[in-house]
């Protein structure tokens, strides 16, 4: 049974980069009929896309998010990564990592469990 | 880029009681829509994909309908557990956006 972990400081200071590592246990991260993504959710409030990273190496990316963010794959380590730059108090959330697959039509069909992360000084 | 509109925002409703909730999308996405379901503290849940693909394991209480512009997930007798925050999310292009959601709650 495929799982996620996301891992990462759960305190990031104002101006930082936030740094999330998701690892992938069960399965391998390089499939083909896979792709991992990044979504968050700020405090009573809705799921927002951040974005998803392809097994050729391909990413795309929330405009909204575009100038701040990356998404990575270490193959070896059977994990990705977010990085956030310049984070400000509105990127305080639930950041979630999950798999979309080609099985489901690109849905993301596991998800981590989210790790709160609170950007203050 | 394509945006997400769901209805009601806010639904009270009783057990046993069919419910429907609409996503509508602003330009023509097939069928690639999904259906997640959310409770409390825990990360959402497939529940629908490609419009109306029960994903495995969901029980078949919840279905799914509709193509291009507008969607409707549909529970056809409300359990006790499926209190929750529903969201919808189209696949059609990027950037992969969410509706902003429909809570279910009791009445």
């Known amino acids: 049974q495929l799982q996620l972990q996301e891992s990462g400081p759960g305190l990031v200071k104002p101006s930082e980069t936030l740094s999330l590592t998701c690892t992938v246990s069960g399965g391998s991260i390089s499939s083909s009929s896979y792709y991992w993504g990044w979504i968050r959710q700020p405090p009573g409030k809705g799921l927002e896309w951040i974005g998803s990273?392809?097994?050729?190496?391909?990413?795309y990316y929330n405009p909204s998010l575009k100038s701040r963010v990356t998404i990575s794959v270490d193959t070896s380590k059977n994990q990705f990564s977010l990085k956030l730059s310049s984070v400000t108090a509105a990127d305080t959330a639930v950041y979630y990592c999950?798999?979309?697959?080609?099985?489901?039509?690109?849905?993301?069909?596991?998800w981590g469990q989210g790790t709160m992360v609170t950007v203050s000084s | 880029d394509i945006q997400l509109t769901q209805s009601p925002s806010f639904l009270s409703a009783s057990v046993g009681d069919r419910v429907t909730i609409t996503c509508r999308a602003s330009?023509?996405?097939?069928?690639?829509l999904a259906w997640y379901q959310q409770k409390p503290g825990k990360a959402p849940k497939l529940l629908i994909y490609a419009a109306s693909t029960l994903q495995s394991g969901v029980p078949s209480r919840f279905s799914g309908s509709g193509s291009g512009t507008e969607f409707t997930l549909t529970i056809s007798s409300l359990q006790p557990e499926d209190f929750a925050t529903y969201y919808c999310?189209?696949?059609?292009?990027?950037?992969?956006?969410f509706g902003p959601g429909t809570k279910v709650d009791i009445k």
């Open positions: 999310q189209q696949l059609n292009s990027y950037p992969r956006v």
């Open positions: 990273i392809y097994y050729s190496g391909s990413t």
């Open positions: 999950a798999r979309g697959s080609s099985w489901s039509k690109d849905a993301f069909d596991i």
């Open positions: 330009q023509g996405i097939s069928s690639y």
